[in-house]
């Protein structure tokens, strides 16, 4: 129904109908309509997190960016109306599958990070990923046909790995802040410090990837 005729469409009386069952048991299962949508949405983030390709070890990082976030922009587009209705409340970032899916994320970041290729902190970066491919999808289906130009979704993707990458591992240069991210990330079980010596190196390393 959501598919079809959008989120109006989608009212519990047609709903119970639709299902062969009567309307209180909707409200039974899941409250009221807000609460059916969120399972919908919850649905949609599952079958979302499904589509997903982990590579614990990627040839090329980068690459293995770009690819997640064509992922994201097929499953968008596959999916107009469910995916409008995901992203559209914030509330529905409490989703186990929302985190599953941005743990996914996360890991990648910080392979970008170990490898001496992120520009920016690593939760600046999930923001711009996660803004861009939500944000190029909404804007694409908001377009008339006649003017959706894959030219956006592309450019709108190499922006996002510009903002995000550098063209080289940044270790490679003189300046702290790079190597400070690469360190930072490769910290977590690859050291005898203590746990207070490793908060304490966090911190002075969170200043330094700030720098530059």
């Known amino acids: 129904m959501l598919t079809r005729a959008g989120r109006d469409a989608v009212t519990t009386r047609a709903v119970a109908d639709t299902a062969g069952l009567q309307p209180p048991a909707i409200y039974r299962l899941f409250g009221d309509k807000d609460g059916l949508l969120d399972a919908v949405a919850e649905h949609g983030f599952a079958a979302f997190l499904a589509t997903k390709h982990v590579d614990p070890d990627p040839q090329d990082p980068?690459?293995?960016?770009?690819?997640?976030?064509?992922?994201?922009?097929?499953?968008?587009?596959?999916?107009?109306?469910?995916?409008?209705?995901?992203?559209?409340?914030?509330?529905?970032?409490?989703?186990?599958?929302?985190?599953?899916?941005?743990?996914i994320l996360m890991g990648r970041i910080r392979r970008l990070a170990a490898g001496g290729w992120l520009r920016v902190d690593e939760e600046l970066a999930a923001q711009v990923i996660h803004a861009t491919a939500r944000g190029a999808v909404l804007t694409w289906l908001s377009l008339p046909q006649d003017r959706r130009d894959p030219a956006l979704l592309t450019t709108l993707r190499e922006s996002m790995?510009?903002?995000?990458?550098?063209?080289?591992?940044?270790?490679?240069?003189?300046?702290?802040?790079?190597?400070?991210?690469?360190?930072?990330?490769?910290?977590?079980?690859?050291?005898?410090?203590?746990?207070?010596?490793?908060?304490?190196?966090?911190?002075?390393?969170?200043?330094?990837?700030?720098?530059?």
Do not use: C
């Open 62 to 103: 980068i690459e293995d960016l770009r690819a997640g976030w064509d992922v994201a922009i097929e499953f968008g587009l596959a999916n107009p109306a469910l995916f409008t209705l995901m992203y559209t409340e914030p509330t529905r970032i409490n989703s186990a599958a929302f985190k599953a899916g941005m743990e």
């Open 161 to 212: 790995v510009a903002a995000v990458t550098n063209q080289q591992p940044a270790v490679q240069d003189p300046g702290p802040a790079g190597a400070a991210r690469a360190l930072r990330a490769a910290l977590p079980g690859r050291t005898n410090l203590s746990n207070a010596e490793q908060h304490l190196l966090r911190e002075w390393l969170n200043r330094l990837a700030t720098e530059g």
